[in-house]
Nanobody, 124 residues
Framework: QVQLVESGGGLVQAGGSLRLSCAASGRSFTTYAMGWFRQAPGKEREFVATISGTGRYTYYADSVKGRFTIFRDNAKNTVYLEMNNLKPEDTAAYYC?????????????????WGQGTQVTVSS
């Protein structure tokens, strides 16, 4: 198991930007595919982006493609989510997850370790 701590959420106006960070503790960080998911009130947790252990492969939900970028710094055991041109519908709690699967159709069940979440609120 790896411990994950997210940071960087906040309140931003539509069209603005935020960068989320997820710091991982434990060894073998590069062996984990990492993902970002989000959950809005009353909705199921949904996939946002995922990245392979080396950072070579990335996948995004259609709703964020072209606006969000996932990347990782394995020397710092940290994965990031750069969010640009934010929209009110991006408002949600954002969760970082570590697992063994990377691809365009990953599910929350594919990831075994989760952070506590960080809130992102986009005002119109």
């Amino acid at each position: 198991q790896v411990q994950l701590v997210e940071s960087g959420g906040g309140l931003v106006q539509a069209g603005g930007s935020l960068r989320l960070s997820c710091a991982a503790s434990g060894r073998s960080f590069t062996t984990y595919a990492m993902g970002w998911f989000r959950q809005a009130p009353g909705k199921e947790r949904e996939f946002v982006a995922t990245i392979s252990g080396t950072g070579r492969y990335t996948y995004y939900a259609d709703s964020v493609k072209g606006r969000f970028t996932i990347f990782r710094d394995n020397a710092k055991n940290t994965v990031y989510l750069e969010m640009n041109n934010l929209k009110p519908e991006d408002t949600a709690a954002y969760y970082c997850a570590a697992g063994g699967v990377v691809g365009p159709t990953v599910r929350p069940a594919d990831f075994g370790s989760w952070g506590q979440g960080t809130q992102v609120t986009v005002s119109s």
